[in-house]
């Protein structure tokens, strides 16, 4: 995994001077970062163990800067984020999002620590089946089977520069059993203003 990372900017620079393929140094080509972290699966070690239940969807999952309306010298990068499972009963306990930091995934919440149940019920909104947002809380975080639910003001990252990174959203879950499930995707923030 590492050798892969340390010769991805080598590889990029190569496939930047062939003129045919059109190039942007700010772009991160996600296909490529999600094959070499996804498919060799290098993905955080605390979730790395815990059987996959929670499917994830950021949208888009490519992150333009925006400038926040409160402070227009810091950037945010928004996106929405919808989670769901097909079990009867799971109760989000943690999740959080976790950044690509020279080939190594650190935890960057902005409280520094795991979000909690009490966090994911009241950012997360049941999603209705006309895609609207019933704005009814996902109670007590737990979620039922092929139920949506969105943070549809979720964002990844909020910084006084423009950057790009590779972040992870996960989230934790237990049936009735404690049993624990995980879910998780990637986004890309992108160093440049969204148009």
Known sequence: MKKILIYLPFIIFLLSCNENIPTD?????????????IDNGEIPNKI???????????EPDTVYAIRDEKDTA???WKH????????EYLKIIEFGVYYMDNGNWKLE????????TKEFEQWYFVKSDNDFISWKNCKNGVLKANVEYI?????????????S???LWYYIGI?????KYVGYAMCHTIAELKE
Not at 25 to 37: A, F, L
Not at 151 to 163: A, Y
Not at 175 to 179: I, L, V
């Open 175 to 179: 049936d009735k059993k404690d049993k």
């Open 80 to 87: 929405s984020t919808t989670i769901k499972t097909e079990l």
């Open 74 to 76: 810091i950037y945010l």
């Open 165 to 167: 990174h590779i972040v």
């Open 48 to 58: 790395s163990k815990i059987p996959v239940k929670i499917t994830v969807l950021h």
């Open 151 to 163: 943070d549809p003001s979720n964002w990844s990252d909020k910084d006084s520069e423009l950057q």
């Open 25 to 37: 140094e700010n772009i991160i080509d996600k296909d490529i970062i999600e094959e070499i972290v």
């Open 109 to 116: 919440n902005i409280t520094h620590k795991p979000y909690t």
